[in-house]
């Protein structure tokens, strides 16, 4: 089965430091683009970041440049967001999802189509 | 950055009905767009890319259309498990940006 499962959030203070991880299975992760996506409560989603399947290409949201970075590990099918200088308004549930794949010079995309179940970070005083 | 405009922000309807969901970009982005459900403390679901294809194992009741900058969701005879929140999203160009949403209510 291909699914993405999503952990490292909790609690923190304003200022302080979070590492996300997505662990990949039931697909050839060290082919895929990645992204994280995240949802405030009550709100709509709002895109992170994206790494492609090499790490050679990394973007980011404005509102996180500077604080974030992405990264991933291909060995062990797993990606990760360390996160940084966490403000009130990084308050979210943060997915995990699959992008475009690139394999043997050829590039596929079918949407952001596997997503995790999604973790919660709270930065609160 | 490209924003995505989604009209109606609700929508209100009744099983068996016919809905149609509209997404405008704010300049022109291709076919780079895609649809997703989301249900309540649920993972959103892909239903559609490039504008007009259907995501593997999503019933075909699920239509979209549109190129350029204005898009289309259509939901036919609406079942109880449809009821959602419904988001565009564009990726022709960084950074991604989604639509604010449509939740779509039972009458």
């Known amino acids: 089965e291909v699914q993405l499962v999503e952990s490292g959030g909790g609690l923190v203070q304003p200022g302080g430091s979070l590492r996300l991880s997505c662990a990949a299975s039931?697909?050839?992760?060290?082919?895929?683009?990645l992204n994280w996506v995240r949802q405030a409560p009550g709100k709509g989603l709002e895109w992170v970041s994206y790494?492609?399947?090499?790490?050679?290409?990394?973007y980011y949201a404005d509102s996180v440049k500077g604080r974030f970075t992405i990264s991933r590990d291909n060995a062990k099918n797993s990606l990760y967001l360390q996160m940084n200088s966490l403000r009130d308004e990084d308050t979210a549930v943060y997915y995990c999802a699959r992008d475009s794949q690139f394999d043997r010079g050829v590039y596929y995309y079918y949407g952001l189509d596997v997503w995790g179940q999604g973790t919660t970070v709270t930065v609160s005083s | 950055d490209i924003q995505m405009t989604q009209s109606p922000s609700s929508l209100s309807a009744s099983v068996g009905d016919r809905v149609t969901i509209t997404c405008r970009a704010s300049?022109?982005?291709?076919?780079?767009l895609a649809w997703f459900q989301q249900k309540p403390g649920k993972a959103p679901k892909s239903l559609i890319y490039?504008?007009?294809s259907l995501q593997s194992g999503v019933p075909s009741k699920f239509s979209g259309s549109g190129s350029g900058t204005d898009f289309t969701l259509t939901i036919s005879s609406l079942q109880p498990e449809d009821f959602a929140t419904y988001y565009c999203q564009q990726y022709n160009t960084y950074p991604i940006t989604f639509g604010q949403g449509t939740r779509l209510e039972i009458k």
């Open positions: 039931g697909f050839t992760f060290s082919t895929y683009s």
């Open positions: 300049q022109g982005i291709n076919n780079y």
């Open positions: 790494i492609s399947s090499s790490s050679s290409i990394i």
């Open positions: 490039a504008a007009s």
